[in-house]
């Protein structure tokens, strides 16, 4: 998924990373989702995407949770269709 998301998103010409000096040479464990500004390790992308696909993670990490929390109450306490897609709209 972090993949596909990246792929959607990534602009070579304006997200890829640049390192003058040529001092980065280990790639980061954390990759495109890496959060910190001052990371000094290799990402192949710069700051402003990577904060840009955290956001997006998030997002669908939310709504993923979410949708399986739903699945989980309504098979437990057996909802009704109609009343769960009221409670999605909540």
Do not use: Q
Not at 10 to 16: L, Q, T
Not at 39 to 61: L, P, Q, T, V
Request: aromatic share 12%; proline share 3%.
């Amino acid at each position: 998924m972090v993949k596909e998301l990246y792929d959607k998103l990534f602009d070579r010409k304006i997200h890829n990373e640049t390192d003058p000096d040529g001092v980065r040479n280990t790639p980061c464990f954390y990759g495109p989702l890496c959060g910190k500004a001052e990371c000094n390790f290799k990402h192949y992308c710069r700051f402003e995407f990577r904060d840009m696909m955290g956001k997006e993670w998030r997002k669908i990490a939310r709504k993923e949770n979410r949708d399986r929390v739903f699945a989980e109450m309504k098979a437990k306490y057996k909802i009704s269709d109609e009343d769960m897609e009221k409670l999605m709209k909540l």
